[in-house]
């Protein structure tokens, strides 16, 4: 994708332009149509009809009846909510005080269950192999009955390696823990559904789908009960209190209706058909891919030039105008600044430190590549030289 400003965009998992679509659906409700879902008269029902087409839409993409749909203001609050959630219920109603999660989840998971710790909840890390996978043996010698609920994400927001999340939800289940999958990363990427997943909660967020950012949503199975997070004037069946952000909401509505559109067209295959041709051609530089010996989302790849620093490289690049970035955009850097993430998978200090992310979208396009991957090829030999 180049722009007006001619920046080539490869940073799609830290955040999607809106598309065209999405922004013409959502205009209306940003000027003339501005009622509030909760008014009786018309101009408040019409709000509240295009929120419950946005929950069709969004339940659609992911499987899951609309009802089991609520929409929040992004990824983030939405695992918040299920962690937090999840611990007030146990908290009032039973003795289950341990929570699992991955090494390689996503801040808004990790620091969610830390925030816990003075509740009595203890939250303990489940490794993951060298190329990211959860170690499921070690999920299933750390379940216990005592767990309240274990968190693993869809796909890595860092390398984009798909976690082998029914096996982890299944483990958790026998012990009757429930189960929260942050699926940011892979709503809209690949095919998603909530029951093969066999997850209790699901997350997901706007902008990582082409929708706005400060939009998403949380999927809560039916039958599955956690208290608000968020209390007031009984918005969103009463679980998410606020007046709804209907102009974003319609957006991520739109946007779930055109990825559920382009991912049955196939555009999966050409976006991983894109970003292996570049894997292969930067390989030849030397170095490696993170995370390459896993099933990855179609759009990201990882990688650890020999001899280069990634923030040396990322920031050569944005001076020739392509945008990649070091690890993610909200990366839970170590003392040194390496990510949580490739530290985990057992990367030297080398590797994690030299490792960039290129990740692409619906709008790349081979000639943008092929431009990107010259550019990257460059700025490599010259970030050696220096
Ligand atoms: N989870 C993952 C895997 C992410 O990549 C992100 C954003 O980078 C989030 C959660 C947070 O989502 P949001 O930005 O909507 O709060």
């Not at 483990?171 to 209790?200: K, R």
Request: net charge negative.
């Amino acid at each position: 994708m180049i722009n007006e400003n001619k920046i080539l965009y490869a940073d799609w998992a830290a955040t999607t332009p809106i598309a065209a679509e999405v922004r013409c659906a959502m205009e209306p409700w940003l000027w003339r149509r501005f009622g509030n879902p909760s008014s009786l008269h018309g101009a408040g029902q019409e709000a509240k009809e295009a929120v419950e087409g946005a929950r069709v839409e969004t339940a659609a993409l992911i499987g899951a009846s609309p009802e089991e749909v609520f929409f929040t203001s992004g990824g983030t609050e939405s695992s918040n909510w299920a962690i937090k959630g999840c611990a007030m219920d146990a908290l009032s109603k039973n003795s289950r005080r341990r929570i699992l999660v991955s090494a390689v989840e996503h801040p808004s998971v990790l620091r969610a269950c830390e925030a816990l710790a003075p509740l009595g909840f203890r939250t303990e890390l489940i490794p993951v192999d060298e190329r990211g996978v959860v170690r499921l043996d070690a999920l299933r010698d750390r379940m216990r009955e005592d767990c309240v609920l274990c968190a693993v994400m869809h796909a890595n927001n860092e390398t984009g390696v798909i976690q082998p999340v029914a096996e982890c939800a299944r483990i958790a289940h026998a012990s009757g823990a429930l189960f929260l999958c942050d699926g940011v990363q892979s709503v809209g990427h690949i095919p998603v559904d909530v029951t093969a997943l066999d997850c209790d909660f699901l997350s997901l967020s706007g902008h990582k789908l082409c929708a706005p950012k400060g939009v998403g949503a949380l999927y809560i199975r039916k039958g599955v009960s956690v208290p608000p997070l968020i209390h007031g004037g009984g918005q969103e069946r009463g679980f998410r209190s606020g007046t709804e952000n209907v102009a974003s909401v319609v957006g991520l509505g739109e946007a779930c209706r055109l990825a559920r559109e382009e991912l049955s067209r196939g555009e999966d295959k050409r976006i991983a058909a894109l970003r292996d041709g570049l894997e292969t051609r930067l390989l030849t530089l030397g170095g490696r891919v993170n995370g390459g010996g896993a099933e990855r989302v179609p759009g990201t790849l990882n990688l650890s030039f020999r001899r280069v620093g990634g923030e040396s490289l990322m920031l050569l690049c944005d001076l020739y105008g392509v945008c990649i970035s070091t690890g993610s955009a909200c990366s839970l850097g170590h003392g040194d600044g390496t990510s949580h993430v490739l530290r985990a998978m057992k990367l030297s200090e080398e590797e994690a430190k030299g490792a960039v992310r290129i990740s692409i979208g619906r709008e790349t396009t081979e000639a943008c590549v092929r431009e990107m991957a010259e550019i990257v090829e460059r700025c490599v030999c010259s970030a050696r030289e220096a």
